[in-house]
């Protein structure tokens, strides 16, 4: 995937998954982006762990595969500042 690519896809999962989470109202778009970014390479190794495919393009899969790995990231910031 290009770059182009990485950051709608990045920005889309960031955005769905801190509403998901209920993050929203406290992310704005780079955190969103950076989020989802991440959130990429997260849910990428989390489906290559479980014998599943990571992310394969700009497609549906690894929107879905980004998203999960967002709210995933997001849970475990959540899990952080609880301690």
Known sequence: MNLISWLIIGCLAGW???MVTRDN???GFWANLIVGII???IGGFIFNLIGGYGITGF???SLFVSVIGSIVLLWIIK???RI
């Open 59 to 61: 497609n549906l899969w």
């Open 16 to 18: 769905i998954g801190s």
């Open 39 to 41: 959130g990429a390479l």
């Open 79 to 81: 899990y952080i500042k």
């Open 25 to 27: 109202d406290e992310m």
